[in-house]
T-cell receptor
């Protein structure tokens, strides 16, 4: 059975800290791994990763994928209170029927203290 | 501004009642999706639609129904057959049919609770 596991489930840090969020997966017919940030209600897209070893960066956030070890990490440096959110990891896959689907992890809830 | 609008934000259902959650998008996206989010679990796909007048069941379609009469609209009905409907419901869209590489655009969700 396909699964996406995120760790830790929750995390509390102080402003300025660096955090690493983990996402491991066991998914057949892997196509892509995506990270979303869910503040309040609507998840918003952060990164899409399809190749191993290529770091994606956006400001203080960065992410990398290891397709051999089947995991990805999301790093946030110099955290700010505005980084407080639930971070979702998702994997896109090809289904046996020819369709495609996205499988989500349960998320990591990050709280940044001022 | 383009986006996805879900309404209402909060909804209460009585026993045996059907309720409908609205999802409207002005992004001109072809594909639309409904997900259910429960505490401690990942988002689970209920239904999706790739084009008007066509939709497919997701992983947890039992007790739910949808329609796609217009490109912009994809309402979800939670029927009385859904015995555990309390959850946060997210509507999403993508520009094209699912390929496994899609970036989902989400609405702000509807919290459904049972009275």
């Amino acid at each position: 059975e396909d699964k996406v596991v995120q760790s830790p489930l929750s995390l509390v840090v102080h402003e300025g800290d660096t955090v690493t969020l983990n996402c491991s997966y066991e998914v057949t017919n892997f196509r892509s791994l995506l990270w979303y940030k869910q503040e309040k209600k609507a998840p918003t897209f952060l990164f899409m990763l399809t190749s191993s070893g290529i770091e994606k960066k956006s400001g203080r956030l960065s992410s990398i994928l290891d397709k051999k070890e089947l995991f990805s990490i999301l790093n946030i440096t110099a955290t700010q209170t505005g980084d407080s959110a639930v971070y979702l990891c998702a994997v896109g896959k090809l289904q046996g029927t020819g369709g495609f689907k996205t499988i989500f992890g349960a998320g990591t809830r990050l709280f940044v203290k001022a | 501004d383009g986006g996805i609008t879900q309404s209402p934000k909060y909804l209460f259902r009585k026993e045996g009642q059907n309720v409908t959650l609205s999802c409207e998008q002005n992004l001109n996206h072809d594909a639309m999706y409904w997900y259910r989010q429960d505490p401690g679990q990942g988002l689970r796909l209920i239904y999706y639609s790739q084009i008007v007048n066509d939709f497919q069941k997701g992983d947890i379609a039992e007790g739910y129904s949808v329609s796609r009469e217009k490109k912009e609209s994809f309402p979800l009905t939670v029927t009385s057959a859904q015995k555990n409907p309390t959850a946060f419901y997210l509507c999403a869209s993508t520009p094209d049919r699912p390929t496994g590489f899609e970036k989902l655009f989400f609405g702000s969700g509807t919290q459904l609770s049972v009275l």
